[in-house]
């Protein structure tokens, strides 16, 4: 808050050239007019940190905060696709190409040649 009260100040008393204030406190001189505007309507409060959150969402679902919703493990399989939550519960193939299991195993020298094993 003393840091842009300053700038505000800088402004006023000492350069009278925002985009100079501006390049000299390494801000935006959009940002210098939202802080202006703040300081004239607000006051010296109006120059705190305020949060970045949006006070709207327009897509939230209605409800409290989802609450209303079956949890993923009781949703059939395509919607739980479709909302991208893995399915713990399905099993994997486990399997491995040859060429793969080549190119991990021969640069790090755990198994001689196949050349050498005939």
């Known amino acids: ?6 700038v505000l100040r800088h402004v006023e008393e000492v350069s009278g050239n925002v985009a100079m204030t ?4 390494g801000i935006s001189r959009p940002t210098y007019y939202k802080w202006l505007h703040r300081y004239e309507t607000e006051g010296v409060d109006g120059l705190h940190d305020r949060s970045e959150r949006p006070r709207t969402s327009p ?7 989802g609450k209303d919703r079956p ?9 739980r696709q479709d909302r991208h939550v893995p399915d713990r519960n399905r099993e994997t193939s486990g399997t491995v190409s040859s060429p ?5 195993i021969e640069p790090a020298r755990l ?8």
């Not at 808050?1 to 300053?6: K, S």
């Not at 501006?22 to 406190?25: A, G, P, Q, T």
């Open 22 to 25: 501006c390049r000299y406190y």
């Open 59 to 65: 897509d939230a679902t209605r409800g409290s905060a």
């Open 111 to 118: 198994m001689p040649d196949r050349a050498d094993c005939v």
């Open 100 to 104: 793969t299991i080549d190119l991990c």
């Open 1 to 6: 808050m003393r840091r842009r009260l300053a």
């Open 71 to 79: 949890p993923a493990a009781a949703l059939p399989l395509r919607a």
